[in-house]
């Protein structure tokens, strides 16, 4: 009679355990990452990007857009000297809230310029987010003609898709325009924006530009 030769393989429990307990934490850490790019993506949907106010601008006197009213164009004080004391003092580093401190978040530098960005988290209002960059070997003038330089600025700004001039500076100094702007992997967004640029001392400028409307 034929003997019949079994093989067994045995498995311990302790190595089944760790196995699936392998799996499980591999399944956790991909939800993880999974939720924190969805969160990723909405916060960059619903934030309202701060655009600065060189964008080329197209005089158009097209009716296709969503733009504000010639009674809300004229509403200059959405933009007001008490926004540039703000913005001086946040330069300065001082704060309106006295319980309320910079922190700093990233510093870098080259042999051309720096940069450096800090944050404050008040108790009652938004998070403030702060960053300075330093250009070496080039004047206040020629950044600012850089940045205001309608017709350049439509050879590297690759996210701007359109925009229109909707006010000219009025005797305020407000100038109000649209933009269209593309982001990735999201649809593009419609911003009406109003700036303002004060010239303090020689060779010292200061802008401001907030969002008046979107969609």
């Known amino acids: 009679m034929a003997e019949e030769k079994l093989e067994w393989e045995v498995t311990s429990p302790e190595s089944r355990i760790a196995g699936e307990s392998l799996i499980y934490t591999a399944g956790v850490v991909l939800f993880i990452l999974i939720c924190r790019f969805i969160t990723a993506l909405r916060k960059l949907y619903f934030s309202n990007p701060r655009i600065a106010p060189g964008h080329p601008i197209r005089r158009s006197s097209s009716n296709n857009t969503a733009s504000p009213s010639s009674q809300q164009l004229g509403n200059s004080s959405i933009i007001s000297d ?27 530098s080259n042999s051309r310029l720096s940069y450096s960005a800090k944050c404050c988290k008040p108790k009652d209002s938004p998070l403030k987010y702060m960053s300075v960059t330093v250009f070496e070997d080039c004047s206040a003038q020629l950044l600012k003609d850089f940045y205001m330089d309608n017709s350049y600025r439509e050879q590297w700004d690759n996210t701007l898709i359109e925009q229109n001039l909707l006010q000219a500076g009025d005797r305020d100094g407000v100038e109000i325009g649209r933009l269209v702007k593309k982001f990735p992997l999201l649809t593009a967004r419609e911003y009406v924006l109003a700036w303002k640029l004060w010239e303090k001392e020689e060779d010292t400028y200061y802008c401001i530009s907030k969002v008046f409307a979107e969609s």
């Open 82 to 108: 008490s926004d540039l004391r703000t913005l001086i003092n946040n330069l300065d580093g001082r704060l309106t809230d006295g319980t309320e401190k910079w922190e700093n978040v990233i510093e870098k």
